[in-house]
């Protein structure tokens, strides 16, 4: 979801300002691409930014564009399991940062998500 300052374009977006707000700098929104690429897409719609993705070195981006086949890798198994998303809504951001959730605790090794509220203090 590109970044906006347009009422009606957060509304258009996402049913309201407050879940525009909510969503747009959360990771599940978020694409690792290259610098150069980005340049050339960062304010188009997703359709025209899918043909930057194709182009990225990062697998996890060009996932974007299509799903992503390697052949008979290990790599491959781990992208089995990674949903392609190609809608760009409340729904599919929403689930593109559980799947980074998901995606962390795997390569982590981990049961769940760690309480970091221990660590943090209101001073």
Known sequence: MPISNDKGFKVQMAGSEEAYDRIVHQLGNLALIEKSINASI????LDKKQDGFRNSDLILTRHLAAPVVLGKTKLD??????PYFN?????TLSDRQGMF????????GLDQMPDFRSVLRAD
């Open 101 to 108: 959730r998901d995606l962390a605790l795997k390569t982590w």
């Open 87 to 91: 809608e760009w809504n409340l729904k």
């Open 77 to 82: 198994e781990t992208f089995d399991e990674i």
């Open 42 to 45: 960062q304010k188009q719609p």
